[in-house]
T-cell receptor, first 112, second 112 residues
Framework: NAGVTQTPKFQVLKTGQSMTLQCAQD?????MYWYRQDPGMGLRLIYY???????DKGEVPNGYNVSRLNKREFSLRLESAAPSQTSVYFC???????????FGPGTRLTVT | QKEVEQDPGPLSVPEGAIVSLNCTYS??????FMWYRQYSRKGPELLMY????GNKEDGRFTAQVDKSSKYISLFIRDSQPSDSATYLC????????????FGQGTRLTINP
């Protein structure tokens, strides 16, 4: 039981490049989330998926797209990376009636 | 003004001290209050969860909610070096899988 896994762990991109961050959970959770964490800003929600087949914008969705591929997997795509997207990205999942979100280990992204 | 405010610190105290961490919030609809602990270069993990007002104790940790003042606290007794981490408060309106609003996080160091 691996919980929430994220790939890659680290990535360096040049401005304008694209990439997809992958997230998978093995807890049979319905809901999944993508956050970014910046110094002094806490965790900010980018997108979330309340259930398979649905996605919704969070607080800071601009510049990102998501895909809920199936119940296990939720990917985050940067179509044209910008230096402002340099951050640590966390994926999380949560059960339907639970109060706890389980977080992955994070992806450290640097855009130069 | 942010919906949830938390002093980012850093906070440094000697081993054995009582630590008080706090958050204020502006949305009176929040009913579920959480504290997450995040070790360096790791994802956050749920530490304490409280519904509505009152206190909740778990070992050396006590979570306190004062809805009339829109103020929540986390107390750590007999602090240990292993408690050194960033502590994030989080809040939500509803139970179950939905959006959390996080504070900025307080970086805490316990000195041996």
């Amino acid at each position: 039981n691996a919980g929430v896994t994220q790939t890659p762990k680290f990535q360096v991109l040049k401005t304008g490049q694209s990439m997809t961050l992958q997230c998978a959970q093995d807890m049979n959770h319905n809901s999944m989330y993508w956050y970014r964490q910046d110094p002094g800003m806490g965790l900010r929600l980018i997108y979330y998926s309340a259930s398979e087949g649905t996605t919704d914008k969070g607080e800071v969705p601009n510049g990102y797209n998501v895909s809920r591929l199936n119940k296990r997997e939720f990917s985050l795509r940067l179509e044209s990376a910008a230096p402002s997207q340099t951050s640590v990205y966390f994926c999380a999942s949560q059960g339907q009636l639970a109060h706890e979100q389980y977080f992955g280990p994070g992806t450290r992204l640097t855009v130069t | 003004q942010k919906e949830v405010e938390q002093d980012p610190g850093p906070l440094s105290v000697p081993e054995g001290a009582i630590v008080s961490l706090n958050c204020t919030y502006s949305n009176s609809a929040f009913q579920y209050f959480m504290w997450y602990r995040q070790y360096s270069r790791k994802g956050p993990e749920l530490l304490m969860y409280t519904y509505s007002s009152g206190n909740k104790e778990d070992g050396r940790f006590t979570a306190q909610v004062d809805k009339s003042s829109k103020y929540i606290s986390l107390f750590i007794r007999d602090s240990q070096p292993s408690d050194s981490a960033t502590y994030l408060c989080a809040m939500s309106v509803l139970q179950g899988a939905q959006k959390l609003v996080f504070g900025q996080g307080t970086r805490l160091t316990i000195n041996p």
